[in-house]
């Protein structure tokens, strides 16, 4: 394995930063304080009220995994507010939709795809391996200078993540696959606007009134999936249901063509476009801000405790050597999957889950929840906790 030792010098940010860690943690204090604001003022379950919505946070390891785990059925609906409700063409993905029997279906048919695709591991290493060797170029082609890395890291996992979903030659070349993930980056980074609207969504009768942001939030969503419908119109076109499934969108269309061909009709309403759009731009949105994000983590942490970087070049050169390496190597390789998830729990990217609903009356941590009431897991608490963990603020 090759060796590539980065330093903060190297990564100095262009906009300006001396400080690495800001280059990913845009935002990130700002609603970190006011969590723990609340926290401190109202106890670590607290309940609150906004517009028409009653609201609970919960903020413990126990309260989150009492609401996750032990209760998730109580807990397993959505809140279908005006701007979730129309991005999501009448609640119709999985991330968003409320609990029920299409949803029940199509997390099955999301996860089933997904593992037939990743079933084929020599796939599935070819096409990291060929991203992380395009990465490893682009970082020693610096040959020592300044440079950021985040541009690099982002076309890399999207071109992977392209790959999944729409096959063999699909990346980031593809001038419409280059601007639907510009419009899932945009989405992600104009944060302003979505914390607006979610605001507005707790006062319904906002729909009704003249405000533009609405439209700036809801727009780059319909903007998406017209381009996912044209690549879906191309590959319905040429698709062949006696070829195994090779893509995402391939075990989308083969169970669309068994539910025809079986004369299934609700399993065929549950197969339409509108579903598809939202499942192929669930994929995009969970993975590609997410995991370019969380590596832009790593590397920040990495520059800034070097020894960790000697100890993971060690380990490589002694487990993998000069060949790249695989998924058979990942139990003989513990520190770096160490670093991987202390990066997750320390540079949480996701510090508040998307919020869940009670489908019934119930309870959190002996307390009342009534039906209906939106429900936040507060997993930076859990990640923090020093109850958890030894010096949970250090990495």
């Known amino acids: 394995m090759r060796e590539l030792m980065l330093t903060k010098s190297e990564l100095f940010n262009k906009t300006g930063y001396t400080d690495l860690y800001r280059f990913v943690a845009v935002d990130y204090t700002r609603r970190l304080v006011l969590l723990c604001s609340l926290t401190e003022t109202y106890g670590r379950v607290f309940s609150l ?50 609990y029920g ?85 945009d989405v992600v980074e104009n944060d302003d606007v979505a914390r607006l609207v979610t605001v507005l969504d707790f006062f319904p009768f906002a729909q009704y009134l003249p405000i533009k942001a609405y439209d700036r939030f809801i727009q780059p969503f319909f903007k998406m999936f017209d381009i996912i419908r044209k690549f879906l119109k191309e590959r319905e076109d040429n698709f062949d249901p006696s070829q195994p499934v090779q893509d995402f969108i391939s075990g989308l269309l083969c169970a669309r063509n068994e539910a025809q061909f079986e004369n299934d009709e609700e399993r065929s309403a549950f197969l339409s476009d509108d579903y598809f759009l939202n499942d192929i731009e669930v994929m995009f949105a969970a993975g590609y801000e997410t995991t370019s994000t969380t590596l832009k983590w790593v590397i920040a942490y990495l520059v800034n405790y070097p020894k960790y970087q000697e100890d993971i070049q060690r380990q490589l050169d002694e487990v993998v050597g000069r060949r790249s390496p695989s998924l058979n190597d990942r139990t003989n390789l513990p520190l770096i999957q160490a670093t991987i998830i202390e990066t997750l729990r320390r540079a949480n990217v996701g510090p508040l889950l998307l919020p869940h609903v009670t489908l019934t009356d119930t309870t959190l941590c002996g307390y009342r929840v009534p039906k209906d009431t939106i429900i936040f897991a507060n997993t930076e608490s859990v990640h923090l906790d020093p109850k958890c963990w030894e010096k949970p603020h250090r990495v």
């Open 49 to 98: 009220k906004l517009g028409s919505y009653k609201f609970v946070m919960a903020s413990t390891p126990e309260a989150v995994y009492e609401m996750l785990v032990t209760k998730s059925a109580d807990y397993a609906g959505r809140p279908q507010t005006y701007s979730i409700n129309t991005r999501t063409l009448g609640g119709k993905d999985i991330a968003f939709g409320n």
């Open 101 to 185: 029997p299409a949803w029940k279906f199509h997390r099955k048919l999301f996860t089933t795809a997904l593992r037939q695709y990743l079933s084929d591991i020599p796939l599935v290493e070819r096409r990291v391996s060929t991203q992380a060797e395009k990465l490893v170029q682009f970082m020693e082609e610096q040959d020592g200078k300044p440079f950021d890395p985040a541009d690099c890291l982002m076309r890399s996992v999207a071109d992977v993540i392209c790959g999944i979903t729409f096959g063999e030659g699909y990346d980031t070349t593809n001038p419409d696959l280059n601007k639907l993930l510009k419009l899932c980056a």
